[in-house]
């Protein structure tokens, strides 16, 4: 690591005692507390998340990723018996791409149950190649009906059953199978919070993002060098793009709902306010001196220290300015991370 590298990430470190990582949500989604931050008066107010529309713009439209987390966690078994945990990326060809918490031996097998086996086919960095009894098409099912929430590395002691973790680590409009993690601003809205929101005149619409693990994974020095990050598939519905750029065009905010919905309506412009691109993969790295183009305010999570998310929420409010927040958050006891409260920036 460079010592340029290494400077940059330091700028971008902050200190979070451990017990603020939330290890389980509040009993009610929106129960949540609500960090508000306004750019232009440079004001701050505490709240509960339930009361995010007394703070938002007149007119606001709030964007919504309705991507749906697969339970993207298997546990198999070598041929010796013993167990191995392994995490679902992607498809490849005819091979599944998995994270192992152990080393695999090329060539070997490994099993989930008496009928459903793994043969390792490769490995290529951190990732393993898997191929599979079953035709790859129907891994989704397989995920579906054996598979664990894929819950990130810093929740380690939640006391939640697995059941609750796979209800509770999914959004109230999830519908789109393909993420393996969850987009968590979207964690903290109710159904009840989305009616009230509708019917208190803001607009409400929806895209999908599929979340990768590229989001928990440490910079390299590479992803500087390229100005790029992890590629993540996004489509925007045309009716929806066009009602976005309507509503844009006429000075209307554009609320995201979450750094993932913020990656594809400023993917999907091209050099200026429009959406364009509305569906693709998007290696998006967004980070200091970034012109933001569509959005006006955003909803978010408290962020880990040197990670790309929050180089993305500094790029929107700045770089002191959200570490002075975080201060002040972690002072009043705010939960960080996936399921933590929530912060609104506009």
């Known amino acids: 690591m460079s010592v340029q590298f290494e400077k940059i990430l330091k700028q971008y470190d902050y200190f979070l005692p451990k017990e603020l990582i ?182 409400v619409k929806f895209l999908t993002l599929h979340v990768n693990l590229g989001t928990f994974f440490p910079l390299t020095e590479e992803d500087f060098k390229n100005s790029k990050l992890h590629k993540e598939y996004y489509e925007i519905n045309r009716s929806t793009a066009d009602f976005l750029n309507k509503i844009k065009s006429e000075g209307v905010p554009v609320i995201a709902v979450g750094t993932t919905v913020v990656r594809a309506l400023e993917s999907a412009c091209g050099d200026g306010p429009v959406l364009k691109n509305i569906s693709g993969v998007t290696d998006i790295f967004i980070r200091e001196n970034y012109n933001f183009k569509f959005i006006s305010g955003l909803i978010t999570n408290f962020h880990v220290p040197k990670s790309s998310l929050l180089m993305l929420v500094s790029a929107f409010a700045g770089r002191q300015k959200i570490l002075n927040l975080y201060k002040k958050a972690i002072n009043k006891k705010f939960k960080f991370f996936s399921f933590g409260d929530g912060m609104f920036i506009y």
């Open 22 to 203: 939330a290890q389980k949500p509040e009993s009610l989604r929106d129960n949540a507390r609500l960090l508000i931050y306004k750019r232009t008066s440079d004001k701050i107010f505490y709240d509960k998340f339930a009361n995010i529309i007394k703070y938002l713009p007149k007119n606001a439209v709030l964007v919504f990723n309705e991507t749906k987390v697969l339970p993207a966690r298997l546990t198999v078994y070598k041929q010796t018996g013993g167990k191995v945990r392994i995490l679902y990326i992607g498809n490849y060809k005819d091979n599944i791409k998995v994270l192992s918490d152990r080393a695999l031996k090329i060539g070997s097998r490994i099993n989930l149950n008496l009928k459903i086996f793994f043969i390792v086919e490769g490995r290529r960095g951190k990732y393993f190649f898997l191929k599979p009894s079953f035709p790859v098409s129907k891994i989704y099912k397989i995920l579906i009906r054996y598979g664990f929430a894929p819950i990130p590395p810093y929740i380690k002691n939640s006391p939640l059953s697995e059941q609750e973790l796979k209800e509770k680590y999914q959004s109230v409009f999830a519908k789109n199978l393909g993420s393996v993690a969850a987009p968590t601003a979207s964690l903290h809205f109710t159904k009840r919070l989305l009616a009230k929101i509708k019917k208190a005149g803001f607009g």
